[in-house]
């Protein structure tokens, strides 16, 4: 199962002037995780598709919520 927020905490270096930064997030698309589309997929009903977005719900992903400061939802 794959991940879609990403976390990280930038380099501080021992003579930064500034204060260290907080815990960076992103958010990744699911596609990132498929490889090649295997065959027979399940796929939504038309209707649900085009409100979505895409036919296969592997490949659904809602916008991204806020992530809260972190990084832990």
């Known amino acids: ?17 500034c204060p260290p930064c907080k815990t960076k997030c992103y ?6 995780y498929l490889g090649f589309q295997p065959m027979n997929l399940q ?3 038309l209707q649900e598709a085009l ?3 895409t036919l296969w ?3 659904y992903d809602p916008y991204p919520t806020p992530v809260p400061e972190g ?3």
């Open 71 to 73: 990084g832990k939802r």
């Open 27 to 32: 958010q990744t698309p699911p596609n990132l």
């Open 57 to 59: 719900p592997c490949l």
């Open 1 to 17: 199962m794959y991940t879609p927020v990403k976390c990280y905490h930038p380099y501080y270096g021992p003579y930064d002037p």
């Open 43 to 45: 796929q939504y009903p």
């Open 51 to 53: 409100y979505k977005g």
